[in-house]
């Protein structure tokens, strides 16, 4: 379990990381990525999950509480080699997860502190660090959370019994394609710890006019994905097999 610990807190460091870094690259200014577009977030997001769950394989590579309790509602024994499917074990993994998430966060502030320190919205600095509506309604942004979880852990669930599996590779472009399908509406968090950690990492740094960190919001993206990934995991346990 240390082990797992430390390796879901590398992973999902990574990946926040280089997710945080391409959306700073994209929307900060005076970068040389800026107005680089909606796909080119969308794909960095994508090769920021690849690196991570290829660092992160002594833990089964979650990085994402909405997988762990997928794996959970799935009816499977262990999250990896070794490690059984408890309420305390899923704990770890969650605290690594949002321990990860927060230092890639802090990571990424440092590697565009001169790009924080220009004139820029609050709320656009905020962007890189957390996920936001494109039109704020609740309930709707909440569904469409679920939604794109439940795409997410359901066809992760799909590729674990895929014998033409490719590794880390094929979640990298499922993430893309999540992000360029059903992204719009919300900017996908998907991922309670990827939202979370860098918003309260936001909440805690010295950022140069960084304004208000949207707790308002901040439910959507971590109740939204982990209903939908119990919803995917119910739906494995009875569709994988």
Not at 66 to 80: K, M, N, Y
Not at 105 to 123: Q, S, T, V
Not at 226 to 236: D, I, K, N, P
């Amino acid at each position: 379990m240390t082990d797992a610990f430390w390796s879901e807190v590398i992973g999902t460091g990574l990946l926040v990381l280089l997710g945080t870094g391409v959306v700073a690259n994209v929307i900060l200014p005076k970068n040389k990525g800026f107005d680089g577009g909606w796909l080119l977030i969308n794909v960095g997001w994508g090769f920021a999950v690849m690196a991570g769950v290829y660092a992160s394989y002594k833990s089964g590579a979650y990085l994402n509480p909405a997988v762990v309790i997928g794996q959970w509602a799935s009816g499977a024994d262990e999250f990896t080699k070794g490690v059984p499917i408890t309420a305390a074990n899923g704990f770890y993994y969650v605290v690594a997860e949002m321990l990860g998430a927060a230092i890639g966060a802090g990571l990424c502030y440092l590697a565009y502190k001169r790009h924080f320190d220009e004139e820029a919205p609050g709320a656009t600095k905020l962007a890189v660090f957390s996920t936001g509506p494109a039109i704020r309604s609740y309930g709707w942004n909440f569904i469409t959370e679920v939604i794109g979880t439940f795409v997410l852990v359901f066809v992760i669930q799909c590729f674990g019994k895929n014998p033409a599996s490719l590794g880390p590779i094929p979640v990298a472009f499922l993430v893309i394609g999540i992000g360029a399908s059903l992204g719009g509406p919300t900017g996908y968090a998907i991922n309670p710890a990827r939202d979370l950690g860098p918003r309260i990492a936001h909440a805690l740094l010295p950022i140069r006019g960084k304004g208000s960190s949207d707790w308002s919001y901040s439910w959507v993206p971590v109740f939204g994905p982990l209903v939908g990934g119990v919803l995917a995991g119910l739906l494995a346990s009875a569709y994988v097999v």
